[in-house]
């Protein structure tokens, strides 16, 4: 079974072992994908070693660390009407791609399908899972899953024209939560975004990582994106309550500081959601009050 609908887009930073991992396990699936790598600037022989042991895999290396925003270079060398974006410790499971392509392909209003999170070794779910399950927001009848309010992007296959329509990642915010602005911005152009429990994505979390950093950066693309897209008065409850709520830290201080020091690029793109929009993001945050996943600004 082939299937030439999706592509998969991997971005990756000096993590070479747990690249060639993922590599192997996308070489095994039966819809045998096109596989575009990002090396955003690794210092461990990463592009080499792609190269040799995945002569057919796309690398892309645009010299610098791009984060989120090397998923929008390779989006240029997707001719697929379907992306399935994944990390570098992370991996589809076989047949995910087809059936989440059959939903896409069946449902034309539907922009992204999120898939089930295993973590690994372990084979357990993600907590997160049950988020998603649970979704608080209402969807049309015909929509084949639970409606999202935002997407995991390492467990997400997307239209690849709603992606590019809305603007893909946005370049300033790099990693860390940095769905949230583009989903809100794919349902403001009339899209939904659907979870699908019978789908499946292997995470085996990387230990090379730095959890601070990333909590740092969550925070600060949380204040970006109630700032860019909220109501004033929403933007500002939302704002105190964070301010309420972080870690007491550093990371947070740093973080609060790098969000305010950009309020003029902020104001100047700033666009309001329409209410309906809006309205789901409300639900969501009641929700995830109540929630005990991860979350980078836990």
Do not use: K
Request: with cysteine; net charge neutral; hydrophobic share 45%.
């Amino acid at each position: 079974m082939t299937d030439p609908r999706t592509t998969v887009v991997v971005i990756t930073h000096n993590r070479c072992p747990e690249l060639l991992r993922t590599l192997d396990h996308l070489a095994e699936l039966p819809e045998r994908p096109r596989v575009i790598v990002t090396d955003n600037a690794s210092t461990d022989g990463t592009g080499e070693a792609v190269t040799r042991h995945h002569p057919d895999v796309l690398l892309l290396c645009p010299g610098r660390n791009l984060g989120a925003v090397g998923r929008n270079l390779a989006m240029r060398h997707v001719h697929t009407p379907y992306v399935a974006f994944c990390d570098d410790d992370s991996w589809w499971a076989p047949g995910a791609l087809s059936g989440a392509a059959d939903l896409l392909d069946r449902h034309p209003a539907v922009g992204a399908v999120t898939a089930r999170i295993v973590v690994e070794p372990g084979g357990t779910e993600d907590p997160v899972v049950t988020e998603l399950r649970n979704s608080p927001i209402r969807g049309p009848s015909w929509l084949p899953g639970p409606a999202l309010g935002s997407f995991l992007a390492a467990a997400t296959v997307l239209c690849a024209d709603a992606f590019r329509a809305a603007g893909g990642f946005h370049p300033r915010l790099w990693l860390g939560g940095e769905e949230e602005l583009l989903a809100a911005d794919l349902a403001a152009d009339g899209w939904w975004l659907t979870y699908a429990d019978h789908l499946t994505v292997h995470h085996q979390p990387s230990v090379a990582r730095d959890a601070t950093l990333r909590r740092a950066h969550g925070i600060r693309n949380t204040l970006w994106f109630t700032w860019l897209r909220r109501p004033a008065g929403r933007a500002l409850r939302r704002t105190l309550h964070l301010a309420r709520t972080v870690p007491r830290d550093t990371a947070s201080l740093h973080a609060f500081a790098e969000a305010a020091a950009a309020l003029p690029w902020v104001l100047r793109e700033r666009r309001v959601l329409p209410a309906e929009v809006e309205s789901r993001l409300r639900l969501l945050e009641a929700a995830q009050r109540q929630s005990t996943a991860r979350r980078y600004i836990g």
